[in-house]
């Protein structure tokens, strides 16, 4: 399956998550719920997977978290904020420099309407 497909089901169970809960919740609560709704769509998802990042001889195990990895492919990065910054996008292109990953998206469960809170990031570029 590729990045596009898994991410119209990635954003169709998060539209499902966010329909059944709403907002208000912590980020943590819509993460177990998006990890279980994507796995009864029958697709691999990891949470906290570890980025271990590399300076010069450095490596640093540990770097950075990614909330949910689909498919080994998609990067998946939650929030329950205000409204989203320009930083949010730096840190999923950081995810996706650092994994040789192709697309990402972010999600804003704070949004009244789910759909003004995905941001779709792919090869560096958000869109």
């Not at 596009?4 to 809960?21: D, F, P, W, Y």
């Not at 709704?37 to 697709?43: M, P, Q, R, S």
Request: charged content about 30%; glycine content about 8%.
């Amino acid at each position: 399956m590729t990045e596009n497909e898994l991410s119209t089901i990635i954003i169709g169970c998060a539209i499902e998550v966010h329909r059944r809960l709403g907002a208000g919740l912590l980020e943590r609560a819509y993460q177990e719920c998006l990890m279980y709704e994507l796995k009864l769509n029958g697709l691999k998802v990891e949470k906290e997977v570890l980025l271990p990042i590399t300076y010069k001889d450095l490596k640093i195990d540990n770097g950075y978290r990614i909330d949910l990895l689909v498919e080994d492919k998609v990067v998946v990065e939650l929030k329950t904020v205000e409204e989203l910054h320009n930083a949010h996008f730096a840190q999923v292109l950081t995810y996706l420099k650092f994994g040789n990953y192709k697309l990402g998206l972010i999600f804003n469960f704070n949004e009244a309407i789910l759909k003004n809170g995905i941001k779709r990031i792919a090869n560096g570029m958000e869109d």
